[in-house]
């Protein structure tokens, strides 16, 4: 026990649920990846796989939360690096499903995305930090022009990344008081470009979406003509487009209340991304209805665990930042669910910490290390014994003033 208060510091509440998760993950991704396994030699490497990124984040974790979170502010200075990488990566981006969203260096691929998530996060949370150095005004677009050059890179590669983005950083933005005015007039320009985006999308002949427009816009295209013909049974037709929501739906229907337990899921031979998009049915089918609701609550307590972090902090840059960290992971989880159960059209975003994955794995035990760090450091939770450090000076990066 002594050596376990040595090593865990920080609120212990998300690192129970930081734990639980990643139980869970080991044991769905092992079930889930039965298919893969059939294709290599070595059965054990996909879990392998995703047990060494696991194990990695799992030591991010455990540096970061010993790092004083005004520390993190530093990280801004790399948005410009990301926001190049974003920029490169549709012309020597690795393609995937009709979509470049990889880079890869010395054999080694990572998604941009997911750094600039972060560092994004890192921007807005100083930004609103430095307000008494700024007009509102001058905050509202310093922040609006970093967040939206970000997100328009991500847009046409993965809208529903940069949509997540944006509205994690508009939410931030909300709590930390910017001007209201200005807040709802962008918000209600972009709710109507979408709708707008949507019913063109819909009436459009697939012809000529898929001859004369970008590839992605035919796959929102068929998703979309597939999350509206699910209201009129008459227009229901399995094919591929609807493959997987359907064999997703089917996995909800035999969980039951207590599931098959797990490795009996018989879903996951025919869903291709049981292991990542899907791994919420897959839950569901072997843990039933209760491990599904275990699973959204560990995230609903995570996200109030994050708001008390916050009121607890003093200073304003590490209780924006827990917010933002808090407010990605639970609502990329709401999505992905959504998802799962057929709520929203398919998106393609991973459950956090549990699905399979490499870059969105470890940035999620990134995102972990960092509130932990601000319950310690910021709000000083869970760790009594902890020196008065905060009170020093903060060196922090400054933005250009031109005022």
Not at 249 to 259: E, H, K, L, Q, V
Not at 306 to 323: E, G, Q
Request: hydrophobic share 50%.
């Amino acid at each position: 026990m002594e050596l376990a208060n040595k090593l865990f510091k920080g609120d212990r509440v998300v690192w129970v649920i930081f734990m639980f998760l990643c139980l869970i993950s080991l044991v769905e991704v092992y079930s889930a990846t039965s298919t893969l396994a059939y294709k290599n030699a070595y059965y054990w490497s996909p879990i392998a796989r995703h047990a060494t990124f696991l194990f990695i984040g799992f030591g991010a974790v455990l540096l970061l939360h010993n790092i004083p979170s005004k520390y993190y502010s530093f990280a801004v200075m790399f948005l410009p690096v990301a926001i190049l990488m974003l920029a490169v990566t549709p012309f020597i981006g690795v393609r995937a499903n009709d979509a470049a969203r990889w880079l890869e260096f010395g054999g080694i691929s990572f998604q941009p995305s997911e750094i600039a998530k972060l560092l994004c996060i890192i921007f807005v949370a100083f930004v609103l930090s430095k307000q008494e150095k700024y007009t509102p005004d001058k905050t509202f677009w310093i922040i609006i022009v970093g967040v939206g050059i970000t997100c328009a890179l991500i847009f046409p590669e993965n809208f529903s990344t940069a949509l997540i983005l944006f509205v994690v950083c508009i939410t931030m933005m909300f709590v930390g008081q910017a001007p209201l005015k200005k807040l709802f007039l962008l918000c209600g320009a972009l709710v109507l470009s979408g709708i707008l985006l949507i019913f063109t999308l819909e009436y459009l002949p697939k012809s000529f979406v898929k001859e004369h427009l970008p590839d992605r816009l035919a796959t929102w295209q068929s998703r979309i003509e597939d999350f509206g013909s699910r209201k009129d049974s008459t227009k229901f037709a399995f094919n591929d487009s609807n493959y997987q929501v359907t064999h997703a739906s089917i996995a909800i229907a035999r969980g039951g209340i207590i599931g098959k337990l797990p490795g009996r899921s018989l879903q996951r031979d025919f869903l291709p991304q049981a292991y990542s998009d899907f791994i919420y049915a897959i839950i569901i089918e072997e843990m039933g209805l209760a491990g599904g609701i275990f699973v959204l609550l560990l995230y609903v307590v995570l996200m109030f665990r994050v708001a008390i972090i916050a009121r607890r902090c003093d200073k304003l840059f590490p209780k924006y930042l827990v917010l933002g960290c808090g407010l990605l992971i639970v609502i990329q989880a709401f999505i992905n669910m959504a998802v799962a159960v057929r709520l929203i059209p398919v998106t393609g975003q991973p459950l956090p910490l549990i699905s399979r994955g490499g870059t969105s794995t470890v940035l999620t035990c990134v995102y972990f290390g960092i509130i932990l760090s601000v319950s310690r450091f910021g709000a000083k939770m869970g760790d009594e014994d902890l020196p008065e450090i905060e009170a020093e000076t903060e060196p922090e990066p400054e933005l250009a003033n031109d005022d």
